[in-house]
């Protein structure tokens, strides 16, 4: 697989977020987050908490919305 430009991850992360990235490209963006763990190249909170939420057997969305939740509790306290 070919790495994905920063800008179009960014683009495909927010499709994502919005229910309107097709299944091949969610499988792609799968692949690429799990690649860029593996090379420590990911530098993003966002981009570390979707590749959480890939990586469990939960609904996607559902687990990535209680991480985003958590996150801002903790740094936030809301």
Do not use: C
């Amino acid at each position: 697989m070919s790495q994905i430009s920063p800008g179009r991850l960014e683009v495909w992360i927010y499709k994502f977020l919005l229910g309107t990235l097709p299944k091949e490209k969610t499988k792609l963006l799968k692949e690429e987050l799990g690649r860029r763990n593996k090379e420590n190249l990911i530098f993003s909170a966002l981009e570390r908490k979707l590749l959480a939420a890939f990586t469990i057997n939960r609904p996607t969305r559902k687990y990535l919305a209680e991480l985003i939740d958590d996150w801002e509790k903790r740094n936030w306290g809301d």
